[in-house]
């Protein structure tokens, strides 16, 4: 009976070692899986800034969020069908020196398959605007564009093409947005007859951040807007006005150099057509609303013009 019982012990023993093995096997089976899978989507969650406790992301909140001295920037928080086209367009034709941010509402966030590699390979990147920010007029987004919230978020970049969902760069052209890194702001300049103001208008915008920082710094856009007298002055409502006028009053240099450098009227022409017709720019803005008598033109030299959506992100004034 002392022999049996050792051998039950024994059996037992060696039954429950073989079962702790099994288990410790799956365990890790699963730690692995696990392992495999998780970068890839925290990575991704990272992007569209639902990690952590934060709905709106941060400029340092992601390795693959990676700003250097340049970056491009759409602003939109509407579910657009030519969207991610266009945004992917603009991609390519920047090239990898320009990743381009995406600030949009949760609910507007893109998540097709060629975009998510797009972000999967540092092209681009998905943040959240603050959850209080709606455009809903012209004034809204003057008000966003002129408070420092989205240019702290741009750090450390120098320059920053603010483009939207309305504009389009031509890949015929052989010019590159690099070839305007010498001015601090450059746009479509604006026909002065139509009541518009003058300068460059900020839809396809090339700026410099650190002086954009500067004048908000100092001025305050809301404040005057409040107490003009005019409030329809193009330099009062319009954003891209009020910091063209602002560029234009900053102290010149102790060379003489102009405060800011800002580029003449046929250079501007070069870089982006709104209003005013130069016919090989290296992007359009708004081309179906100004230049509707020339969209034959505009197709021989640019026929990706079409990704761009002719759905205004407000409905009225120069946006």
């Known amino acids: 009976m002392k022999l049996e019982g050792n051998s039950i012990m024994a059996s037992s023993s060696q039954q429950r070692k073989y079962t702790f093995t ?22 991704f969650a990272m ?63 893109p998540m097709s398959a060629p975009f998510r590699r797009a972000i999967n390979e540092r092209r681009l990147s998905v943040r959240f605007l603050p959850p209080n920010i709606q455009f809903t007029s012209q004034l809204c987004v003057s ?12 750090a450390p970049a120098e320059h920053v093409l603010l483009f939207q969902a309305d504009s389009i760069l031509c890949s015929t052209s052989a010019l590159r947005v690099e070839d305007f890194l010498q001015y601090d702001f450059v746009g479509a300049p604006i026909d002065p007859s139509l009541g518009y ?12 951040r650190s ?13 005057e807007f409040d107490h003009a007298e005019n409030k ?4 009062v409502q319009f954003e891209d006005q009020w910091f063209y006028k602002k560029m234009k009053e900053l102290p010149a240099y102790e060379n003489g150099g102009p405060g800011a450098r800002l580029p003449p009227i046929d250079v501007a022409m070069t870089f982006s057509v709104e209003t005013m017709w130069y016919d090989t720019p290296l992007g359009y803005h708004q081309i179906e609303r100004w230049q509707k008598d020339r969209l034959d033109e505009v197709d021989k030299w640019c026929p990706e013009r079409r990704i761009a ?9 120069n946006s």
Not at 56 to 70: C, G, L, M, Q, R
Not at 143 to 154: H, I, R, Y
Not at 197 to 208: D, E, I, P, V, Y
């Open 143 to 154: 008000e966003f564009l002129t408070s420092s919230w989205l240019w702290e978020q741009l």
């Open 47 to 109: 992007h569209l800034g639902i990690g952590g406790n934060s709905s709106v992301s941060t400029p340092h909140d992601s390795e693959f969020n990676a700003i250097t001295k340049n970056v491009a920037v759409i602003i939109d928080d509407r579910p657009l069908d030519k969207l991610v086209p266009l945004i992917l367009h603009f991609s390519s034709v920047l090239g990898p020196n320009w990743p381009v941010i995406l600030f949009t509402s949760q609910s507007a966030s």
């Open 232 to 235: 329809n002055e193009p330099s």
């Open 211 to 223: 002086m954009i920082l500067d004048i908000v710094s100092i001025s305050d856009w809301r404040s």
């Open 22 to 43: 099994f288990v410790a096997i799956l365990v890790l089976v699963i730690i692995w899986s696990l392992r495999l899978l998780l970068p890839t989507v925290s990575g």
């Open 197 to 208: 103001g003058k300068g460059f208008n900020g839809g396809l915008s090339l700026r410099n």
């Open 309 to 317: 959506s002719t759905d205004l992100l407000v409905t009225k004034g």
